[in-house]
């Protein structure tokens, strides 16, 4: 690896994801100021940190810290909103964490820095989230603009692998159209498409 790329390739990113909510663990300032030294040390300063979340950790303090960390080294804090109501966050998300806690730390995180709200819908049952859903959603993300929030875009993708569960299923492109249009007359805000 020389300035910044690996072979041919540029770096683009540093992402903390996956297996796991990056925000559970309990030194995650910590972890962060070491993966930006890292980064750093390989000449990388120019590739973001993205940190994507499920926003239930947000309000931890050692996170707070860890994004005002990653807010003056090009880090980003992509967060996740895959409901607008209660009832179908509990379906989707099958979490003790409540919906409620998920709504405020969003709103809290983006009202000090621009964030991406990552949103995966799908079929479940052979549906897709009714009109009503979507809706309610698009109120969801317009309160938080509303009261001061800075979302930078809305990335809304669906399914792409084998889920734990056999009754959920990816949108077609066609339901994904239908989805982000939905979205873009409804929010004042970018709906990028994923599909």
Not at 118 to 147: L, S
Request: aromatic letters at 6%; a negative charge; hydrophobic letters at 40%.
């Amino acid at each position: 690896m020389q300035d910044g790329k690996l072979g041919n390739e540029s770096i683009k990113a540093v992402t903390l994801s996956g297996d796991g909510e990056p925000t559970s663990l309990l030194n995650f300032e910590e972890v962060i100021r070491k993966v930006i030294e890292t980064r750093d040390s390989f000449g990388l300063a120019d590739a973001k940190l993205v940190v994507i979340s499920n926003a239930s950790g947000l309000h931890r303090e050692t996170v707070k810290k860890g994004l005002r960390l990653m807010d003056v080294n090009n880090g980003e804090l992509w967060a996740k909103l895959d409901a607008g109501t209660d009832d179908y966050f509990k379906l989707i998300a099958q979490t003790r964490v409540k919906f409620d806690r998920v709504l405020s730390n969003i709103l809290a995180a983006s009202q000090i820095r621009p964030i991406k709200i990552q949103t995966c819908f799908m079929n479940i049952n052979g549906e897709m989230p009714k009109e009503e859903e979507i809706c309610v959603y698009c109120d969801k993300v317009n309160n938080i603009v509303n009261n001061g929030g800075q979302i930078s875009a809305i990335q809304l993708y669906t399914v792409s692998r084998p889920t734990a569960e056999s009754y959920v299923t990816a949108l077609s492109d066609n339901q994904m159209d239908y989805v982000a249009q939905r979205l873009q007359e409804n929010i004042a805000v970018p709906v990028e498409v994923y599909k």
